[in-house]
């Protein structure tokens, strides 16, 4: 049996409509979800003590922003949920703004480059930058978010996802 905690405005996705999204990720993971909508706590408990753990990420990624489709995505084998606390780079709540801002780009250019070079998925929530993929991927876009959020020109923590897929790509041959 697992325990956590998401954001009060995230429990009605987690919910779902008529309770569609707990039902279809209990149905997803072979678990029970527990939600208490006053104060975010969700137990999640399983006759499997890894899918209740595998489960726990699929909540969390709820919690993180991410839409239920894409958080069940962590089901699969080899997907990760990698979150990246913003707090660790800014010191203000402006300077929490800007490195935000860096992050999703204008328009949120930035946020779908990252995304479609690394095949990952992104979300800025709150203070957190969450990302879904393989662990490769992942990996590799989180340096990048941490590039951007550091204050690197966007251009170099580009180039460095760029740089980053061709060496995986080389390895891998």
Not at 149 to 159: I, K, T, V
Request: with cysteine; glycine share 6%; net charge positive.
């Amino acid at each position: 049996m697992y325990e956590i905690r998401i954001p009060k405005s995230r429990i009605a996705v987690l919910i779902g409509e008529k309770g569609a999204t707990k039902m279809f990720i209990e149905k997803n993971t072979d678990t029970k979800l527990k939600i208490d909508s006053e104060d975010g706590d969700v137990i999640i408990s399983s006759e499997d003590n890894l899918k209740a753990f595998n489960a726990q990420d699929v909540v969390k990624a709820i919690g993180r922003g991410f839409n239920p489709e894409i958080a069940l995505k962590l089901t699969k084998e080899g997907n990760v949920l990698e979150i990246v606390d913003m707090d660790d780079f800014a010191k203000t709540k402006n300077h929490l703004l800007r490195v935000k801002a860096r992050v999703i780009g204008k328009e949120g250019k930035s946020r779908k480059f990252i995304e479609s070079t690394t095949n990952t998925h992104i979300c800025v929530y709150g203070k957190t930058v969450s990302i879904i993929g393989k662990v490769e991927d992942v990996t590799i876009a989180r340096k990048a978010i941490e590039k951007l959020l550091s204050g690197a020109p966007h251009g170099h923590a580009f180039n460095f996802i760029e740089k980053s897929i061709k060496e995986l790509k080389t390895d891998l041959e």
